[in-house]
Every structure is written in C-alpha cells, then in structure tokens.
C-alpha cells in the first residue's frame, strides 16, 4: 500500500463520520415521548392516527380559513361534538400543557413549528 | 433502451419493497431492519476494501494533468493552482476540486459556426447543477441524522432552521428539496438531450439517477403529500443505530419502507459502482500530485536494484564494432588497429 500515512488517516476519518449515529448513541436509546393524554375527552378532531400525521396541515388550513378568509371558528367532529377551531381556545382546552404534550413529540423529531411566534405562550409551572 | 432498462429496475424495486412489505409476512422486519444493516455493513467494508485496493496500485509516474503554466524560469509566471509544484499548491488544487468543483468550472464547450468556424465557449451549467446537486444531497443527509439522533445535535437543528427558512406551509417546504429534484432533474435530461452525451451514457450512469430521483420523490411525498408517522419512523431509525427493536412496524407507512429499500440499495451499490468518486476523488492521481518532475528525481518503486544504470557511453562501448559495421553513426570512432589496416594494404 502506498500513501500510508495519508490513506488510513483518511479512512479512519470517513469511517468515523458515516458511523457518527453509532457511537452518538452508542449505550442507549433516549427518552421516547410520551404525550400526555387529556383526561376531560375521549376524540380529538380528527382520528389519532390522521392527527398524529397531519395535525400541522390542519391547523394551517385553520388558519388560512379563519384568518384569511373569513371562515368559521366552530367545527364539528364525526359524531357531532362542537370545538372551536383554535390552538389555544381549541387543542389546548383539552391538551393544557404545551410542555407536556406538543413538545414530548416536537423535541424528539427536533421539530420547531413557528407557532408561538404569534401566539402567546401559555405560562406553565415547572 | 439503456434509460427504459434503468428506470425498469427501479420500478421494480420499489414494487419489490411495497409488495414485500404489504404481503410478506415479517416483511417490515427484513426491509425495515435486517436488510438496511446488511447494506451499511456491505458500504462500510467493500468501500474501505477498494481504497485499500487503489492505495495497493503504484502510480510510478508524475501525471498532474497541467492546466496552466508550469514552473519554470523566474521571469515566467506559474500558474500555481491549475499547474502546482509544491504541497502547498497541490492541497489548494484539492480544496477547489472536492469543495467547488473546479474542473467542471473550466469545462468548454466546442461549436462549429458558418464558415466553417470552430468556436469555443464556457460552459458552465454542469458545474452549477452538479454543484447545487451535491451540496443539497449533503445537507439533506446530514438533516436525516435528526432520525438517527436523539438527543438531536445542534448541527441538525441549525440545517432545519435554514432549510425551512421560507416557512411556506405545514410542515415548511425545505429549500434542499426543491434544488435536488431540479438538479437530478437536470442531470438527467442532460444526458438524454444532448446526443453526444446520449451517446456515451451508460445504464450504470441511468441507474443512480433513477434511483436517487426515486429516493428524493418518495421522501417529498412522505412529507409533504403522504404524511407518515415520524415518531414511530424515528423509533425504528433510532433503533436500528441504537441496537433497540422494538418499534411499532406495523404502524409505519409502506411508502416509508419504499424510500428505505431504495436508500438500502444505494448504499449497497455504492462500493461497486461509478458513486465511488466519492473516494476516489481524492485519490486520483492527476490531481493530487505535484507537477515536480524537473526538480525531484522520482523513482520507480519496482526497479530491481540490481540492475545498474547504463550509460548510452558504455552501450556504446558494447556495440561499437557492430554499429560502425551497420554504418550507424559513433560518437567515438574505432581505435585503428594495425593488424587490420596492413593487410588491406596488401591487397
């Protein structure tokens, strides 16, 4: 082999960078999210797994609606139970705590949606 | 032809991947963990395997392709980057090469006008597409590691943030997404629009592009058409680096193990095919070396050392007799020998 001196440095290197997850990682896990669950309902909006996918199309479309084009506050679910279409006055009547359930998922996909750039933060405890 | 057979096979796979995934039962676990291992254990060992067999091959010869003006006189001025003479140089031809691409930069294009005339331009749109191509395909891979990360590194965070600068929709359209559909976009037509290129294409050139166009189209459709579920993505992803088997497969879109088995055959051709580039950029030997043939005397490492040099004086030496008999010409006449000049005389 020739070029030792530079060829296995280099290698070593690459090695090192394209196994980066491995040993960033390496001994555990991490913490999983565990949403909190709101205990004063049974349905959200839209069936769990469609909110666990879409959730941020819908409240985009909230907003546009709402905001830009006049459109109604009040929703209705499948089987006829009225919400507001709201994040704070909506979503959050029933998930109170952004800490505890918005950002349990948002922090472990190191998502930052821009939401409370407008809204104001609801003060948490803790 | 060449592009209909390439676009075929990855059209397959990807019908392999969702058919496997929807029938096969434990088809989630093979596409999902079992075979993405064995392709990264497969990139790992095959890629280190054919540096080690690069570095194992001896270039015995300076060949620097030279760009410019070489060293020479003081009065003449070197071009020290395209034509370099030192280390110093040779690391600033590197730099530009691996980080901006230069020789696609100084790529010309040669066209025949009335007269006939022969016209030469720059032509610069290769270097361009090429380089939002690459750039893109970087940052897109380093924003995955969110998947393969947890706590995620502030790199990641950072590339998220200046991706979905724009905040166009939910969730925010990143930039690197729309340049790398457009560049492998026109790669692609590149090679089939212009017939000299048409001409020379290969489907080991079709074939990645198919195959990372797919991997690029299922990705924008998970995010922004199909949505899937990321948390139990990122469990399977996370799991897979972290040894943890435990996620919830069944919850997990087929079209996510479509973009992973298209990723899991990328990584596995990659060794073996022109991709490699990525290594062999910085081994190829027209770019790495110093153009110094006329200062150091290199030598080759498999002369036998027991062969001495020699001399054309003493080849000479050896063959004077037989070359002055051929009428070849001597730089050292033959001694005259008495012996021989009396008898001539005698005759």
Same mark, same amino acid.
């Given at each position: 082999m020739y070029d030792k001196d530079k060829i296995i440095p280099g290698l070593i290197v690459f090695v090192g960078l394209v196994t980066f997850p491995l040993w960033y990682g390496f001994g555990g896990g991490g913490k999983l999210p565990v949403p909190e669950k709101p205990t004063n309902s049974k349905e959200c909006v839209m069936p769990t797994a469609e909110m666990r996918t879409s959730h941020m199309v819908m409240l985009n479309q909230w907003r546009d609606d709402i905001v830009r084009m006049g459109g109604a506050r009040l929703g209705q679910t499948a089987d006829g139970t009225q919400y507001i279409r709201s994040l704070q006055k909506g979503c959050m009547k029933c998930h109170t705590s952004k800490k505890k359930f918005c950002d349990e998922c948002h922090t472990y996909a190191a998502v930052n949606p821009y939401c409370w750039d407008c809204h104001i933060q609801p003060k948490e405890a803790n | 032809m060449r592009v209909l057979y390439s676009l075929a096979i990855v059209l397959a796979l990807m019908l392999l991947a969702y058919t496997g995934v929807e029938v096969l039962p434990g088809g989630r676990t093979l596409f999902g963990v079992v075979l993405p291992w064995l392709a990264f254990v497969t990139f790992l060992f095959f890629f280190v395997a054919k540096i080690v067999d690069w570095a194992k091959s001896p270039v015995p010869f300076r060949i620097p392709t030279t760009c410019g003006q070489e060293n020479s006189l003081p009065w003449i001025k070197q071009n020290k980057l395209d034509c370099p003479s030192t280390t110093a140089g040779v690391w600033g031809r590197m730099f530009l090469e691996i980080f901006l691409f230069r020789s696609l930069f100084r790529n010309t294009r040669?066209?025949?006008?009335? !007269?006939?005339?022969?016209?030469?331009?720059?032509?610069?749109?290769?270097?361009?597409? !090429?380089?939002?191509?690459?750039?893109?395909?970087?940052?897109?891979?380093?924003?995955?590691?969110?998947?393969?990360?947890?706590?995620?590194?502030?790199?990641?965070?950072?590339?998220?943030? !200046?991706?979905?600068?724009?905040?166009?929709?939910?969730?925010p359209i990143y930039i690197t997404d729309l340049v790398f559909l457009g560049a492998v976009t026109f790669l692609f037509l590149r090679r089939v629009v212009l017939p000299a290129i048409r001409y020379i294409s290969l489907p080991a050139d079709y074939f990645p592009l198919f195959l990372i166009f797919g991997i690029g189209l299922t990705g924008v459709a998970m995010r922004y058409f199909f949505r899937v579920d990321v948390i139990s993505i990122k469990t399977l992803t996370h799991g897979l680096v972290t040894f943890q088997f435990s996620a919830p497969l069944e919850s997990i879109s087929s079209l996510f193990f479509?973009?992973?088995?298209?990723?899991?055959?990328?990584?596995?051709?990659?060794?073996?095919?022109?991709?490699?580039?990525? !290594?062999?950029?910085?081994?190829?030997?027209?770019?790495?070396?110093?153009?110094?043939?006329?200062?150091?005397?290199?030598?080759?490492?498999?002369?036998?050392?027991?062969?001495?040099?020699?001399?054309?004086?003493?080849?000479?030496?050896?063959?004077?007799?037989?070359?002055?008999?051929?009428?070849?010409?001597?730089?050292?006449?033959?001694?005259?020998?008495?012996?021989?000049?009396?008898?001539?005389a005698s005759e």
């Open positions: - | 040669a066209e025949i006008h009335e !007269g006939p005339k022969l016209v030469y331009g720059s032509s610069k749109y290769l270097w361009l597409f !090429g380089l939002m191509f690459h750039y893109s395909f970087l940052v897109i891979v380093l924003r995955h590691m969110r998947l393969f990360t947890n706590p995620v590194p502030f790199f990641v965070h950072a590339l998220e943030f !200046g991706d979905g600068f724009l905040q166009v929709g939910a969730p479509v973009h992973l088995f298209l990723v899991t055959t990328l990584m596995a051709y990659f060794p073996f095919s022109k991709l490699m580039h990525l !290594g062999g950029v910085f081994l190829s030997p027209t770019r790495n070396m110093a153009n110094n043939s006329r200062m150091v005397r290199h030598i080759n490492p498999w002369n036998d050392p027991s062969i001495k040099p020699h001399s054309y004086a003493a080849y000479e030496d050896d063959f004077r007799e037989f070359m002055v008999e051929a009428g070849l010409p001597v730089e050292k006449e033959l001694e005259p020998k008495a012996d021989e000049n009396a008898p001539a």
